[in-house]
Structure formats: structure tokens, C-alpha cells
Nanobody, 119 residues
Framework: QVQLVESGGGLVQPGGSLSLSCAAS????????MGWYRQAPGKQRELVAT???????NYVDSVKGRFTISRDNAKNTMYLQMNSLKPEDTAVYYC?????????????WGQGTQVIVSS
């Protein structure tokens, strides 16, 4: 079974920075894509950023220039460096991974980590 362990959430002041990590573990799973999603209270979950094994990245417009997604393929760990944080970034952030379990395309979700941007 693939498990995703998220860390790095917390409270930060507007304009501050925070870094999130997501470590994937499990056997026979080859990660192709990892991504971060977030869900604010009363709103639907939205895609924040994704990164593929070759290194291609994609960001939602609202975080471009402020957030940077990266990954360490050897460790199956993904990171989200968040700079210039705004109150509207407050949400539960979820780690997502997609890849191959043997020859089957699968996806998994983490439990989420709370990010609060407030004075």
C-alpha cells in the first residue's frame, strides 16, 4: 500500500514563507506525477501545482511567481516552497501522487496539512 506523509504546515504571517513536504512510500509503485491541492473552508478543492518525473511543472495562476514545486525522485519526496504568502492561501493542503502500481495507473492522497496565513 502506498502512503503519503505530509509535513510542514503551520501558522505564518502574511508575506512570510513556508515549505511543505510529501514523502511517498510503498512497494511496486512508480511515481509519475505528484501534486499539491488545497481546500479552503467552504470551497472546493483546487489544484495548486503539479510536477512530473521528467520535471515538468504546472501552477494555478494565483500562485505563479510565489510558489515553487520540486521533487527528489530518489526519495520519492515532493516539496512546495511557498513565498509571499497571502491570507487567501489559507487552506488544508493535500499531497497527491499518480503513477503505476505494476502496470496499473493509480492515484493516492495524503491526509492533508493545515496552512494558516494570518497576522
Amino acid at each position: 500500500q502506498v502512503q503519503l506523509v505530509e509535513s510542514g504546515g503551520g501558522l505564518v504571517q502574511p508575506g512570510g514563507s513556508l515549505s511543505l513536504s510529501c514523502a511517498a512510500s510503498g512497494s511496486n509503485f512508480n511515481i509519475y506525477t505528484m501534486g499539491w491541492y488545497r481546500q479552503a473552508p467552504g470551497k472546493q478543492r483546487e489544484l495548486v501545482a503539479t510536477i512530473t518525473s521528467p520535471g515538468s511543472t504546472n501552477y494555478v495562476d494565483s500562485v505563479k511567481g510565489r510558489f515553487t514545486i520540486s521533487r527528489d525522485n530518489a526519495k520519492n519526496t515532493m516539496y512546495l516552497q511557498m513565498n509571499s504568502l497571502k491570507p487567501e492561501d489559507t487552506a488544508v493542503y493535500y499531497c497527491n501522487t499518480r503513477g503505476f502500481l505494476f502496470s496499473r495507473w493509480q492515484e493516492y492522497w495524503g491526509q492533508g496539512t493545515q496552512v494558516i496565513v494570518s497576522s
